[in-house]
T-cell receptor, first 118, second 115 residues
Framework: AQKVTQAQTEISVVEKEDVTLDCVYETRDTTYYLFWYKQPPSGELVFLIRRNSFDEQNEISGRYSWNFQKSTSSFNFTITASQVVDSAVYFCALSEESMGGANSKLTFGKGITLSVRP | EAGVAQSPRYKIIEKRQSVAFWCNPISGHATLYWYQQILGQGPKLLIQFQNNGVVDDSQLPKDRFSAERLKGVDSTLKIQPAKLEDSAVYLC?????????????FGPGTRLTVT
């Protein structure tokens, strides 16, 4: 069975600080996909990034960066120079290759509430 | 491209009443998902359709929840009778079979309060 653990529940930082959100996953599949979603107060889930299990390259997109390490089953997310608009709940999620070609469900962690104070 | 549409956005009912939610996925997306998100938790899959067939409904409380996707496009999720613990946000998502990375696009959700 697949599982996603986000041990941090709430993080509060001051604007311009860097912050790292941790994600640890469990899966028996060799092929799988990892995601990060942002859920602002409006409630809609906003896709941030997707990585497949064969690509361990770290990725940077503006102030966002992701560190994928298969050896520790972790997929951590760092926001550099945080801004008030980054305040939201952040979810890490996992999907596995499923048989028959059907798209696989997402298994989400419990989410991390990030508050960025001015 | 229009996103995933859901209605209503908010619903308040009393326990033991029934309620229905509607979802219109992105045009051409064969796979449709219903997730339940209880306050303070991550979304949990209730049911997954591919076209008009059910792929996974292992976590759907079938004694009270039902869902259908007639003609493989729109979908309706129903709860009858509702319980207090059904208070949650119900999210609909869709994805394309052509996208092997299984990227799912989410709608705005329906916030259900059962009193």
């Amino acid at each position: 069975a697949q599982k996603v653990t986000q041990a941090q529940t709430e993080i509060s930082v001051v604007e311009k600080e860097d912050v790292t959100l941790d994600c640890v996953y469990e899966t028996r599949d060799t092929t799988y996909y990892l995601f990060w979603y942002k859920q602002p107060p409006s409630g809609e889930l906003v896709f941030l990034i997707r990585r497949n299990s064969f690509d361990e390259q770290n990725e940077i997109s503006g102030r966002y960066s992701w560190n994928f390490q298969k050896s520790t089953s972790s997929f951590n997310f760092t926001i550099t120079a945080s801004q008030v608009v980054d305040s939201a709940v952040y979810f890490c999620a996992l999907s596995e290759e499923s048989m028959g070609g059907a798209n696989s469900k997402l298994t989400f962690g419990k989410g991390i509430t990030l508050s960025v104070r001015p | 491209e229009a996103g995933v549409a859901q209605s209503p956005r908010y619903k308040i009912i009393e326990k033991r009443q029934s309620v229905a939610f509607w979802c219109n996925p992105i045009s051409g997306h064969a796979t449709l998902y219903w997730y339940q998100q209880i306050l303070g938790q991550g979304p949990k899959l209730l049911i997954q359709f591919q076209n008009n067939g059910v792929v996974d409904d292992s976590q759907l409380p079938k004694d009270r929840f039902s869902a259908e996707r007639l003609k493989g496009v729109d979908s309706t999720l129903k709860i009858q009778p509702a319980k207090l613990e059904d208070s949650a946000v119900y999210l609909c998502a869709s994805s394309s079979l052509q996208d092997r990375a299984y990227e799912q696009y989410f709608g705005p959700g329906t916030r259900l309060t059962v009193t």
